[in-house]
Each structure stands twice: as C-alpha cells, then as structure tokens.
C-alpha cells in the first residue's frame, strides 16, 4: 500500500496507557492504595461512582493483552507503573510482587518484539506519602527519585525508553488548583510549589538515572495545547499568551531554558513564590546536552514526550480568575465527546513550537487519541469512522512536521484500550479496543484495524 505520508524507516508505532486506568486490582498482592483509589472511593468525586477497582483487569489478563498489541503490530508500548505497587508506603521496602508484575509485562512485551516505554509516575501518588504531605513536601523530589532507582535498577537493562512523570501541569491544576482530579485540591498558594517540586523530581530521577549508568533515554510527558485568540482583539491576544504561558510554557522553560515565564508571577501574584536560583539550575542541566552537548551526558532530558488532543480557543474574561482568560468551544466545530475541538494542524504547529522554542529536541508524541460515542460492534468489530478520520488527519499533520524539520520520533495512540477516564470513569472511551468494565471481552474497532495498517505501510 502506497502511503501519502510516509514515515522514517525507524519511526516508532505505539498505543499507550497507565496503571489506574486499566489494571484493576489496585491493592492487589500488597500493593498500597493512591491518592487514586481514595479519591475514586469518594462520593461524587467521579462520574457515576466509577473506580478503578476492575477497570480493563489488566492486571489479571496482561499475556492476552500483550498478544492483541503484537497483533496490531505495534512497535512499542507505553504504560505506566503504579507507584503503590512497587513500594506500598511510597518509599521503604520494596513488594516483590508488585515489582515482579512489571517484569513479567515487560517480558512479555520483549517476547513478542514490542519496546517498553515507561511512565514512573501518572498520577497516582502513594495516600501514604499524600499523607506526608504528598507533592508539596519538599522531600518528594527525593522520594521519587528513590523510587525511580528501584525501576532503573530492576528493568533498565530491558528498558529502552523511560518518562519520568506524565503531565505535570495536570498534576498541577486540576490536582491542586481547581480540583477536579486528585487529590482535589483547591490552593493557588499550593499549586507553584507542587509544580515546582515535580520539576525538582524530574531532575533528580534524570541525574539518578544518569549516576546509575542508565544506558537508555529518559524524558518528560507533557500536554501542549496552541492558544488562539478568539478574535484578533487585544485582549484576546493578550489572554491568549497568558494562557500559552500557563499551559505550555510552565514546564519546558525551566526544564529548557531555565527560568519561569514572567507571566505566571503575574497570574498567582502573592500566591507566586521565589524559587532558588540553584532549584532552577538543577532543573535546567536536566536538558543542557540536549541544546548543546551529546544526547546522554549530564542529567540531560533525552526527550520531549508531547500529548496533543486538541488547541485552545481564548478570549479574555476577566471573571475567569486567576488567568482572566477563556477557553471556548468554536461553533460548527468538529468536537469529540470530552468537547474538545478537533483540530489535526494544532498538532503541526506545537510540534513545530518545540523545534523552534527549544532546540528541537527528540520529540515522541506520547499521546494522541479522541473519545466519540461509539456504536456498539457489528460483526465483531466496532465501526468508529470519527476515530479513523481524527488519527488519519493527526499523523498527516504529524508527518507535515517531520517534513518541516521535526526531531519526531513516534507516535503513541491515546489509547490501546476503552479505559477509566478519571472523573468522568467509563463514560468516555479512547481506545481502539472496545472494552466493556463488566464482561471485559475485547473487541477491537475499525481503528485498530486502521492503525495496524499505519504500521506495516509505516505511513498514512
Ligand atoms: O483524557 C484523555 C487522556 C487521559 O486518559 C490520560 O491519562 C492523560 O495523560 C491525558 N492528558 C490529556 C490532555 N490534557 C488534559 C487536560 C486537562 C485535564 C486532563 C487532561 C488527555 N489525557
């Protein structure tokens, strides 16, 4: 099959996902609670009182998984570790079990010719050391680092690829400034610091990775939306910076340039602390080689991952505190079920932003997907034409960065499976496979389908 976009020989075809949402079984074999597990256990915290106390029970049926990913054809796998399950109390001794369940997933992933990637940390922090004060104590950066160094030392060898914590901002803001997400915090006093200590967290598990003699490459995740003006007013321009500076700047310019946007001591006002300049030089030398130096020497960030759903649509509101800006859905716009607007040459233009903002570092795209309604399967397979079109139009778009010069790397489907989408549970579905909490049959959709042909034509 001729592809109109075709890709570079060695390009990475993956699908990810991450412990919460699909394992099941959270204390299972020892295994700690989250902040997760408590949060979903809190009436009207999530949609329908969901939990992921089943989810896809993939920590149950992971050898039939990793045989669906090998028939798809997908080159990697991108998952992530629950942190309760390697070290129940967050931090001390070590669970055995816990620990042998990603070991015997990787292996199974290596068997069948599939490269691991692995987040160490998708939001689901430890309740004992949320206890401790979680993300805003200043001993978490060491903590995480810790408990990275049990993971480098016990799978880097099979290991190629490694995101030390997926989405910061995520953890941030809905986490701990309008909490919506866990731990549902509500502070803009708390919000900077706990920011600032995932960054200190980063740096530490990249530097420990590197004092280890980790041979492969290590980065961030984080999600990036463009932000246009709604109209060409102003201050719609003006709020539009604002919330770029707030949603896209926030991480990369410590971790690549070393300092804050000056927006964000504007946006926080009292609420904005003075950071050491020492804290911000530690995060910085996570990416120096990168910019200047060989790939792998220092502390140095290997790479960025990019989750892109969709851009930002802005108008300024000034009762819309603390940014005084608005995200707002355009009209007639193709939208898919969490309300976001479809818009594939968002994906081009902030892949685009990092070559020419950053340095064009390695880039993967960790994250990339769309939730529709589907219907239900017809002859064993789900018809999801949207799905189809939505990922069509994104690699195209993806492909037209590569063209213009991008350090793109892979790409990763958002995601292999329907799964728990945080506060709304079960009632939006990502995957290319249909998975149904109560008879947990996997079904695959006519994206799978779509995508297994992406793979072998390496091309769209
Ligand atoms: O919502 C879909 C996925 C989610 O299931 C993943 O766990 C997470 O990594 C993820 N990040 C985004 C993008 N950004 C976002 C912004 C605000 C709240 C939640 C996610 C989408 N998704």
Avoid at 414 to 419: A, H, P, T, V, Y
Wanted: aromatic content about 12%.
């Amino acid at each position: 099959m001729t592809s109109e976009a075709a890709f570079p020989a060695n390009f990475l075809w993956g699908a990810a996902t991450s412990a919460y949402q699909i394992e099941g079984q959270p204390l299972a074999d020892g295994a700690g609670p989250s902040i997760w597990h408590r949060f979903a256990h809190t009436p009207g915290r999530v949609a329908n009182g969901d939990t992921g106390d089943l989810a896809c029970d993939h920590y149950r049926r992971f050898e039939e998984d990793v045989a669906l990913m090998a028939d798809l054809g997908l080159g990697a796998y991108r998952f992530s570790v629950a942190w309760g399950r390697v070290l129940p109390e967050g931090r001390g001794s070590v669970n055995a079990k816990g620990l042998d369940f990603y070991r015997r997933l990787v292996d199974a992933l290596l068997e069948r010719g599939i490269a691991p990637m692995i987040t160490l940390y998708h939001w689901d922090l430890p309740a004992a050391l949320h206890d401790r004060g979680g993300w805003l104590n200043p001993d978490s950066p060491a903590w995480f680092a810790d408990y990275a160094q049990v993971l480098f030392r016990a799978l880097d060898d099979r290991v190629p690829l490694w995101v030390t914590i997926n989405e910061p901002w995520v953890v941030t803001v809905p986490g701990y400034l309008d909490g919506e997400l866990a731990p549902g915090h509500r502070d803009p006093f708390e919000a900077p610091r706990v920011a600032h200590h995932l960054l200190l967290a980063h740096a530490e598990a990249v530097a420990a990775y590197r004092s280890l003699g980790g041979r492969h490459r290590i980065g961030l995740a984080v999600n990036l939306e463009p932000q246009h003006p709604a109209s060409p007013t102003p201050e719609n321009q003006a709020a539009a910076r604002r919330r770029d500076a707030f949603i896209n700047r926030w991480f990369l310019d410590p971790l690549y340039l070393g300092r804050y946007p000056a927006e964000l001591a504007t946006i926080f006002g009292a609420a904005w602390p003075e950071f050491a300049d020492a804290d911000l030089a530690r995060i910085r030398s996570t990416s120096d080689s990168v910019l200047g130096g060989s790939l792998g020497t220092g502390c140095a960030t290997d790479f960025i991952g990019v989750n892109y759903y969709s851009r930002g649509l802005v108008r300024a509101d000034p009762n819309t505190q603390p940014l005084g800006a608005i995200r707002i859905s355009p009209e007639n716009a193709p939208r898919t079920t969490m309300g976001w607007e479809v818009y594939p040459p968002g994906l081009t233009e902030t892949l685009l932003w990092i070559k020419e903002h950053y340095g064009n570092p390695p880039t993967y795209i960790t994250e990339n997907g769309a939730a529709f309604d589907d219907p239900p399967p017809a002859d064993g397979l789900v018809p999801d034409p949207e799905r189809v079109d939505y990922l069509r139009a994104h690699l195209r778009a993806a492909h037209a960065a590569l063209e213009q010069g991008a350090d793109l790397r892979g790409y990763f489907v958002w995601s292999l499976f329907d799964n728990f989408e945080w506060a709304q549970g079960y009632s939006q579905r990502f995957g290319l496979i249909r998975v149904d909490p109560p008879n947990q049959a996997r079904i695959l959709k006519a994206s799978a389908r779509f995508y297994q042909n992406v793979i072998r034509a390496n091309g769209v």
